[in-house]
Each structure stands twice: as structure tokens, then as C-alpha cells.
């Protein structure tokens, strides 16, 4: 999102943004678009981690995770269609119609709400339930609390919270992936002390 230019409120001047920022505009939306597999595919890891400890909690958490990347791809492939009206000046004036309309459509409303809502609930349960199973590191959960606020309230209080939000959310996952890696050496260890 730190590569998408800082859109205005008209639909047709919007396209014009897209347009000059052609490279940034177009990077964001693909990047945004290909995170959600693997964002898809971690929470699936952390209910795979975190189940034995938290059942039910993880596994509602990883459901609306995966909801939440399925909602964002949708979005996400909606956006890249902005990128291809944007190229074309001569009809920017029907595709902000477009946008407009689709915006409000009862087709893509829901997928927006669905991207929205599983992303938070599903971050929220996942590190509660991180955060409840005392592995290491403790750190984690707190910080994606912090994410989701910064994330969804901070990013219309200051253009700077989009950049603290990905230094956050990096900082998250690079303490799950650290824990996880950790928990693993500690049960290859046990094995081989069984041995």
C-alpha cells in the first residue's frame, strides 16, 4: 500500500492519479493481490501451530483469516481493472461512473466487507490464542493488536500510519516465523534426547 499514490474523492481525477503513478499504482495492486495467498497460507500454519492449544478459537480465527484473503483478492482484482481504465483518457469520465457505481454495487460490497472483517477477526483470534499459548515469542500478539489499530483507524489520521502499519505487521510475522522455527529446533531436539 506504501507504493499506491494517495487517491482524491472524484472518480475521474482518481483515474488521472492512477495514470501518473502508472508504475506504483500498478505495482500495489498487484502486490496486494498476490500477498493474499500467502497470507492465506500462514494463517492456515498458525491454526496448524496454535490448534492443540486453542481449538475452537484458532480454528474460527483461521476461517475468518482465510475469508479475509479471499474477500482482499476479490477487491484486489477489482482494482487492477482501475489500473487498465486509467490508460484510457478519452473515457475516464464513464469508467468514474463506473467505479462509482460499483462501489455501491451489492456485488462488491460484500467481498470488501468480507476482506475487511475476516482480515481483523482473524488477526485478532490468532494472536489472542498466540498470545494465551505462552510460546515465544510473547511479543507478537501486542503487536499485531497495535497493527490492526494503526492498520484500520490510524490510516485515515495520518499518512505515516501506513508506513508504521507495514513495519508493524513485518514485525509481527517476522516473530511468528521466528517462534515457529524456535518451537520446531525444540521438538527436533526432544527427539533426538528420545532417541
Known amino acids: 500500500m506504501t507504493l499506491q499514490p494517495e487517491l482524491p474523492n472524484d472518480r475521474a481525477q482518481w483515474l488521472a492519479t492512477i495514470a501518473d ?12 493481490v498476490w ?3 500467502p497470507f492465506a497460507v500462514s494463517v492456515v500454519g498458525l491454526v496448524a501451530w496454535l490448534r492443540p492449544r486453542f481449538p475452537r478459537l484458532t480454528i474460527i480465527g483461521g476461517v475468518f483469516g482465510v475469508l479475509g484473503a479471499f474477500g482482499h483478492t476479490v477487491a484486489g ?5 482501475q489500473i487498465v481504465m486509467a490508460d484510457d483518457p478519452a473515457h475516464r469520465d464513464a469508467y468514474s461512473q463506473l467505479i462509482a457505481a460499483q462501489e455501491q454495487s451489492a456485488l462488491i460490497v460484500p467481498f470488501l466487507v468480507i476482506g475487511l ?4 477477526v482473524g488477526i485478532l483470534l490468532l494472536s489472542i490464542a498466540h498470545f494465551r499459548s505462552h510460546v515465544h515469542p510473547r511479543w507478537v500478539g501486542p503487536v499485531l493488536w ?3 489499530v494503526v492498520e484500520f483507524a490510524g490510516s485515515g489520521i495520518s499518512p505515516w500510519a501506513t508506513y508504521l502499519s507495514g513495519l508493524l505487521l513485518l514485525a509481527g510475522c517476522g516473530g511468528l516465523a521466528a517462534g515457529l522455527f524456535g518451537a520446531r529446533q525444540d521438538d527436533r531436539a526432544v527427539l533426538v534426547a528420545a532417541a
Not at 482484482?77 to 481493472?81: A, E, I, N, P
Not at 472483517?117 to 481483523?120: A, E, F, L, M, P
Request: net charge positive; glycine share 8%; hydrophobic share 60%.
Open 77 to 81: 482484482s477489482w482494482t487492477l481493472t
Open 35 to 37: 500477498s493474499q495467498l
Open 117 to 120: 472483517v475476516g482480515t481483523v
Open 146 to 148: 497495535v497493527w490492526l
Open 21 to 32: 503513478a502508472r508504475a506504483g499504482a500498478s505495482a500495489a495492486a498487484q502486490m496486494f
